[in-house]
């Protein structure tokens, strides 16, 4: 009510923001608040949504918007690094995600902690707790488990023809950003969630290391660039983010990011460089030192890889 920030960032160290295809969201809201299911269709596309007090009606509301507002509220903040995951993603590779939170957010661990905390909590393992000694998150008005389904895609044989288009209508600039209205089931479907935003107010180098000492290998024009494939990206302001699958991050420029759009998986930096001139009507070697500091910087932060 006084207008104090819910995440003040003398406090937030950088967040880690989960982000559920809206349609899934929507059948477990309504499990969660007792709601049928156009009820807690019209409470993701409610602007302005809040959350009832919790235990009690006395307890001050909390702010939560539509499914958009949410999302778009931790995508446009500058004050600490964020980091987005697909929970899809984390379903289909667990331990390789949530190492990469774990990266992000400058925690120190090894592949097997990271293997083994995932092991001992499976949703299978987490459903038995529950029934056994309760779970204390589960709505006080909910009459299933807390841990009910947990799968992905459960929209599909729940929600009518209406309610998946109004969500759609509603929310889907962001639902194509995150790829959960890719009409193919290709690469955008299963893009990794991950979308580090390096900002200029952070003024943090935990999360951003993006430059490094390390011997780089001598460039030719018969060198084959690889790209990383699970690298994500996203625009912040005029620059490109790119976030390796080490958890690297890498800020580019404008030409840097022509040139990262313009590389293929695999790419021969000489026909990458005849690609160039004939598009921007450039020298050759003009063309080559231009780009040669920027490829080199990928290439110490392991966004490529060169043979």
């Known amino acids: 009510p006084d207008g104090s920030?819910?995440?003040?960032?003398?406090?937030?160290?950088?967040?880690l923001v989960l982000v559920r295809d809206p349609r899934d969201v929507?059948?477990?809201?309504?499990?969660?608040?007792?709601?049928?299911?156009?009820?807690?269709?019209a409470m993701l596309c409610q602007r302005d949504a809040a959350g009832p007090g919790f235990p009690s009606a006395l307890m001050s509301r909390q702010p939560m918007g539509s499914w958009s507002e949410h999302l778009d509220s931790w995508l446009r903040q500058a004050a600490f690094p964020v980091a987005t995951f697909r929970y899809e993603d984390l379903l289909a590779e667990p331990v390789a995600m949530f190492h990469r939170a774990l990266t992000f957010a400058g925690l120190a661990v090894s592949e097997d902690q990271v293997s083994r905390a995932v092991e001992v909590t499976t949703f299978e393992r987490l459903q038995t707790r529950e029934r056994d000694a309760g779970f204390t998150e589960r709505s006080l008005v909910a009459r299933t488990p807390f841990f009910r389904?947990?799968?992905?895609?459960?929209?599909?044989?729940?929600?009518?023809?209406?309610?998946?288009?109004?969500?759609?209508?509603?929310?889907?600039t962001l639902m194509a950003e995150f790829g959960y209205l890719s009409?193919?089931?290709?690469?955008?479907?299963?893009?990794?969630?991950?979308?580090?935003?390096?900002?200029?107010?952070?003024?943090?180098?935990?999360?951003?290391?993006?430059?490094?000492?390390r011997r780089r290998?001598?460039?030719?024009?018969?060198?084959v660039l690889t790209k990383d494939p699970l690298i994500a990206s996203t625009w912040m302001s005029d620059d490109l983010v790119l976030a390796t699958s080490t958890g690297r991050l890498v800020s580019l420029d404008h030409m840097g990011a022509v040139v990262w759009q313009r590389m293929a998986s695999a790419t021969n930096l000489g026909v990458l460089v005849e690609a160039?001139?004939?598009?921007?009507?450039?020298?050759?070697?003009?063309c080559l030192s231009d780009i040669t500091p920027m490829i080199e910087r990928l290439l110490a932060n392991g966004a490529v890889t060169a043979e």
Request: hydrophobic share 35%.
């Open 276 to 286: 160039l001139c004939a598009e921007f009507g450039i020298e050759d070697d003009t």
């Open 183 to 213: 009409h193919d089931g290709g690469d955008a479907a299963r893009a990794y969630a991950l979308r580090s935003l390096v900002t200029p107010s952070s003024g943090s180098t935990s999360f951003a290391a993006t430059d490094d000492d």
């Open 217 to 223: 290998p001598v460039l030719r024009r018969d060198t």
């Open 149 to 172: 389904s947990g799968r992905a895609g459960g929209w599909r044989d729940e929600l009518s023809a209406d309610q998946v288009a109004r969500i759609e209508r509603s929310h889907g």
């Open 26 to 41: 929507a059948c477990s809201a309504a499990r969660h608040y007792d709601l049928d299911l156009d009820g807690a269709v």
């Open 5 to 15: 920030e819910l995440f003040p960032a003398v406090a937030s160290r950088a967040a």
